[in-house]
């Protein structure tokens, strides 16, 4: 009986232990544009660097050369002192990115995915992984664009400003050689068609027979969305698909909805991120799931691969031979103040001219979470209400997440975002503080206006 009563005492220390300290998951998902700022901002969640575990190419990631483009992944460690309503917990942040509308989706539906678990080998694959719904989905195009508006128990905050550039295949010959800007009107008939002529650019009837195609990504992107808005078409309006066979070097039009690491025709879903999710990535349609994707097929140098693709500034830094090589402008205009000299730039990216409202390609960065993780219909979430919290709650995971100086005043708070981007102008930010931005849009691709006018 004395054994019986010490064991049930035991257990019930244990029990009570465990309560006081055990493990938090946070399941991150969306935007592949900003997968590398959410991976670093991120790693500044924890105390020291903490261990990180990348999903292999089954899952939505890679099986070698991981770095915070990899879009599947997870972390663990003690997180920082800031996150006070976590407390002594271990913080667990698993992410896998897969697009933007279709973060909010899964999100503000509760559907299921498969994350990598922290578990395996540190600094390479997991070799676990685990099925649950995501408690946060970024997206570079708001709700209210596609059709996620966040309602009910669902919550949308805005992050940053993430800048879109156009980008053109590295050919060394052929039609893109021509090619120093695009024009609004150039994607207003690009879009729907899926290539131009050459003859847009040179104007000689002579290359009307001669395309430049125009790479797309699938219906949940947000780039897509920010990129369509920006020319005037809905959300559901149709948009035409080429994809390029890069083993065989030359563009088909899709006719089966397979996913394939790279264009292999007649597959139509084009990216490593498809089997991460269950496969959710072949109900948006035909197109490539990632912008690291279209990158990847920008960088083959073929005669036959004339391109151009709406980007975002970090998927494209790595096409060309250096940083931001094949970037075109814009209706004259450049996202940075170095105009040209954009190209092989390895210092500070000035975005005055996102900042001021001249040049246009750019979406405010939001995202959505819920509001209870408690009362999420899949039942899966083991954060609490007072730890995941919101933008305004001070010591929450998102009140240091999603920390803004425009809120809480003073300088960006160790762990969020905003500090992340602050701390990378030096080297090259690729998305823009909310507190820097002189301008603002209403919507999507919108008009640009004045914050204070």
């Not at 156009?166 to 052929?174: F, L, M, V």
């Not at 205009?333 to 990216?349: D, E, M, V």
């Not at 083991?382 to 709650?393: A, H, M, P, S, W």
Request: glycine share 12%; net charge negative.
């Amino acid at each position: 009986m004395k054994k019986i009563l010490l064991l049930t005492l035991s257990l019930g220390l244990a029990s009570a232990s465990s309560l006081m300290a055990g493990t938090i998951d946070v399941y991150i998902t969306g935007s592949t544009a900003f997968r590398a700022n959410v991976f670093t901002a991120c790693s500044n969640l924890f105390s020291s660097t903490p261990n990180i575990y990348y999903g292999d190419s089954a899952h939505g990631g890679a099986n070698s050369g991981f770095s915070s483009k990899t879009a599947a992944w997870a972390m663990s460690g003690t997180p920082i002192t800031t996150l006070t309503n976590i407390g002594g917990n271990t913080l667990v942040i698993h992410g896998l990115f897969t697009g933007s509308i279709q973060g909010l989706q899964t999100v503000e539906q509760s559907a299921k995915l498969t994350f990598p678990q922290a578990h395996g080998s540190n600094g390479g694959n997991a070799d676990q992984y685990v099925t649950n719904s995501p408690t946060i989905g970024f997206s570079d195009a708001s709700g209210a664009s596609a059709p996620f508006l966040a309602t009910g128990n669902y919550v949308e905050e805005n992050v940053c400003v993430q800048p879109f550039v156009i980008c053109k295949s590295t050919a060394s010959s052929g039609a893109v050689t021509n090619i120093n800007n695009v024009s609004w009107e150039q994607l207003e008939y690009g879009i729907p068609n899926g290539r131009l002529p050459l003859a847009a650019w040179t104007g000689k009837i002579t290359d009307t027979n001669t395309f430049v195609y125009v790479m797309q990504r699938t219906k949940d992107s947000g780039t897509r969305r920010c990129e369509t808005a920006g020319e005037y078409f809905q959300y559901d309006d149709p948009v035409a698909i080429y994809i390029y066979d890069y083993t065989n070097n030359f563009w088909y039009v899709p006719t089966y909805t397979t996913n394939a690491s790279f264009g292999f025709s007649p597959y139509g879903v084009i990216g490593t991120e498809g089997p991460g999710n269950n496969g959710g990535n072949l109900n948006w349609g035909f197109g490539y799931i990632g912008g690291g994707d279209i990158a990847s097929s920008l960088n083959t140098n073929n005669a036959a691969n004339q391109a151009i693709a709406m980007l975002s500034i970090g998927d494209s830094k790595s096409v060309g031979s250096s940083n931001w090589a094949e970037v075109v402008s814009f209706n004259g205009f450049w996202p940075t103040a170095a105009g040209a000299g954009l190209h092989g730039n390895t210092g500070t990216n000035d975005f005055t001219p996102i900042t001021l409202g001249y040049y246009p390609l750019w979406g405010n960065e939001v995202l959505v979470h819920p509001t209870d993780p408690s009362i999420v219909p899949a039942g899966d979430q083991d954060i609490t209400k007072t730890e995941l919290g919101d933008e305004f709650t001070p010591g929450s995971f998102m009140g240091v997440f999603n920390a803004q100086t425009l809120i809480n005043g003073g300088s960006p708070i160790l762990g969020s975002i905003e500090r992340e981007i602050a701390i990378t102008e030096p080297s090259g930010a690729t998305a823009i503080r909310l507190s820097e931005m002189s301008n603002s849009r209403t919507d999507v691709g919108g008009t640009i206006a004045p914050l204070f006018p």
